[in-house]
């Protein structure tokens, strides 16, 4: 029977977390569950207070509840893995965000693949709940779209928006896993896979593992959705930049950036008469701004703002 915890970084979102954890409660599955959340909020400790809560109920798994005092979403993180490593023996560890939550064979059907691929990390489906419906323009952008895939074999993992990462991966990197420079910019996720791509660790994405991601109406707007692309563009170079080796290795990303400043006029005017085309013109311009802001030293903190509750 596999040993699976479930790891949760929190930030001011009882309500979502709440609605995450009893989602989980009603897992059908064989495994053996445990439940580890950790409360990045060392001042008002809303998700502690949560958890006292659902054990007294007495919730279905074994719940603990950390603090991760120091502010940002990699100290979370890490706080979480050390507590694993330190204090279980579960070979699997899986990971939600406190906005999302899983359907009920949503951990079954991460452990078939598993088991059929051999997979080191593997990534689930993730679909989208909206507050308010977003316009149309933006519903195939990035953060508003669902994210899906051919189940199977994948070269790289993007995030840990729903993944399943073996105990492996986090005892054969130096730590911390998650790299605090991204503790409020996001990207600590990427930057971690790189790291095991770069050990040769083996990557799968399962389309039946889904999980459901709550977005507020202030993130289903045009002005997040670019906001958004701007800050995937500016974290992913900031990664690309830390795992440089050689300068001509810099030469075709700048090339990307500039082909995209030429070229987007010429997409906007062209795209003009079809707002989702415009929106997907829009989102390669503002990314490819990021990634320019990074190679200039700028770092957007987007996650210095919580949407949600």
Sequence with gaps: ???????????????????????????????????????????QREAVALCDTLRRRGYRWPLTCIVAAERGIAQARN??????????????????D??????????????RVQKVTGADALQGAVM????????HQVQECHGIAPMRHRTGCISMIDSTSNVLISRSCFE??????FDPAFALSGGEDRDFFERLRRQGRRFAWVDDAVAYAWVPSSRSTLGWVLQRAYRTGNSDMRVFLKHLQRGADLLP???????VALLSPVLLI???PFPRQRSRALCKLFRAAGKAAALSGHRYDEYAVVHGA
């Design 1 to 43: 029977m596999p040993e699976v915890v479930v790891a949760i970084p929190s930030f001011r979102r009882p309500q979502s977390l709440e609605r995450l954890l009893l989602a989980l409660e009603r897992l059908e599955t064989s495994a053996q569950v445990s439940v580890l959340v950790a409360d990045n909020d060392a001042g």
């Design 98 to 111: 406190n906005d999302e939550w899983p359907s009920t064979d949503w951990l079954n059907a991460f452990l």
């Design 79 to 96: 706080a979480l893995v050390s507590h694993i490593l330190a204090h279980s023996s579960a070979d699997l560890i899986a990971m939600l």
């Design 253 to 259: 990303e700048l090339a990307k950036i500039v082909g």
């Design 128 to 135: 989208r709940a909206f507050e308010t419906p977003p316009h």
């Design 172 to 177: 054969g990197l130096a730590p911390p896993c």
């Design 270 to 272: 062209a795209a003009a």
